[in-house]
């Protein structure tokens, strides 16, 4: 019955927003219309194998390439004729589409002859292409066993050590281009003192709030206690910089950690980080018995004065979180990209009962969003009170539950809708928060309370 009685209340607080044009879904690289024989493409710096596992995934041809053929490719155009497109894309290298009647259209791509087009090209899978649009080109993150020096590696191949994370081991170089940060990663594999080279990934920056129209958020009356014998909970809130919160909310807030660098310093509007404080504290007030709490947010700015962050400073982020106390950590963004590091760090905070939660995404797609796909986190998208998963929020296996998309925010005097699984995680980390703090429910127990309050109903 208090399960009940808790969704009624949160369900009751929100309306359902609206998608922002920062929501809405980005054009893909290359578009082929083969009814209207129309191509657009606009693609930077690409090699020809990525080339042709798009072009095979968007024309459903069998793609062949001479073994040992290679170019960059950089080309942006409109609606021209396929026979264009391909003329434009394929510049620097011999081609041929072989059309047979009954049979599925041919694209050879060679440099000697036709006959010697013989390697296959997979298409590539949307996860594939998610990811390897966010990569860093000329970023690698390197593992190393202790003691190892990380600066005569780098040296070795013309890169710079642009930031560490030395109790992990974790190194980021920076290279002139990506083909020399190609060059390395293919080098340093082989040192015995390298546990493990990846690219790094970009992980941008959640959309905005938006200013509600016809809205007010309801009276903040939660107060903030002392926690005794140790069992205080702490929120790492992995975001952007927190602004200044509303009346008798900054006294929830510990000092913030800048993990990117110096923080956006803007107060004339609302940041997605200070929305998400807000959100997190509205929903232990729902929670709360007696209206008050133990439970304490630390921010940790993963982003500073910049559009996107990456999934090392992410990493960094999280380390820096449970290094200084944190038992909870919301993370209302996301990137398609996977990365071991950051699967590693988390399985392993997860094993010393710290709980994650993070945004499934606002693509409408079930390719997985990282980190809230790796196993130990409770992966929350958005959605209605049947269950049922917005039309904006990515839905798929990886999804755990099912939350409130919205919430109602107050800064420098006004109201604010913030929408998305963002706010969908937060409401859930709030929730998990003033439980946690109220009965010292473990991880599994939090996750088993959140599907029960907020279930998958497909």
Do not use: C
């Not at 040992?68 to 434009?88: C, N, P, W």
């Not at 392993?348 to 693509?363: D, T």
């Amino acid at each position: 019955m208090r399960y009940l009685i808790l969704t009624l209340l949160l369900w009751a607080t929100v309306s359902v927003a609206p998608l922002s044009a920062a929501e809405t879904k980005p054009a893909p690289p290359i578009s082929w219309n083969e009814a209207s024989n129309k191509v657009s493409a606009s693609v930077e710096d690409w090699k020809l194998e990525r080339l042709m596992k798009e072009i095979a995934k968007v024309t459903q041809w069998q793609v062949l390439v001479e073994p040992g053929t290679d170019i960059m490719v950089s080309v942006k155009f409109q609606d021209l004729t396929s026979r264009e497109a391909l003329s434009r894309l394929l510049r620097g290298v011999n081609y041929a589409v072989v059309r047979e009647p009954g049979s599925q259209t041919k694209l050879l791509v060679f440099r000697t002859s036709a006959q010697n087009a013989t390697q296959t090209v997979k298409a590539v899978s949307e996860a594939e292409a998610a990811a390897e649009a966010a990569k860093i080109a000329n970023e690698l993150i390197v593992s190393l066993k202790p003691g190892a020096d990380i600066n005569s590696l780098a040296a070795r191949y013309g890169a710079k050590v642009i930031a560490a994370i030395p109790e992990l081991g974790l190194y980021r170089l920076r290279f002139e281009d990506a083909e020399k940060a190609d060059f390395a990663k293919s080098q340093l594999a082989n040192f015995p003192e390298v546990t493990g080279v990846e690219y790094n990934y970009t992980v941008p920056k959640p959309d905005s709030p938006m200013v509600a129209a016809s809205a007010s958020a309801l009276p903040f009356s939660l107060n903030p206690v002392a926690a005794t014998g140790g069992n205080g909970v702490v929120v790492g809130l992995i975001d952007t910089s927190v602004q200044t919160l509303p009346g008798s909310m900054n006294d929830f807030l510990l000092k913030a950690i800048y993990a990117a660098g110096d923080p956006n310093t803007d107060t004339t509007s609302l940041l997605h980080g200070t929305s998400m404080a807000e959100t997190i504290l509205r929903a232990m007030s729902l929670t709360s018995d007696g209206g008050t709490s133990t439970t304490k947010i630390l921010p940790i700015d993963v982003f500073g004065n910049k559009e996107t962050s990456s999934t090392f400073d992410l990493a960094n982020g999280i380390y820096l979180a449970v290094q200084n106390g944190a038992n909870i950590i919301n993370m209302s963004l996301g990137s398609p990209a996977s990365a071991t590091y950051l699967e590693t760090l988390i399985a392993n905070s997860a094993a010393q009962g710290v709980i994650f939660l993070g945004a499934a995404g606002n693509e409408s797609t079930a390719t997985p969003t990282y980190p809230a796909a790796y196993t130990p986190v409770i992966a929350v998208t958005a959605g209605n009170r049947n269950g049922e998963i917005a039309n904006y929020a990515n839905y798929g296996d990886f999804v755990d539950i099912v939350a409130p998309g919205s919430s109602i925010v107050t800064y420098n005097g006004k109201s604010y809708v913030v929408g998305g699984t963002s706010a969908a995680t937060a409401t859930s980390t709030g929730v998990a928060a003033q439980w946690k703090a109220s009965t010292q429910a473990s991880a599994q127990q939090i996750r088993q309370k959140l599907s029960q309050l907020w279930p998958r109903t497909d």
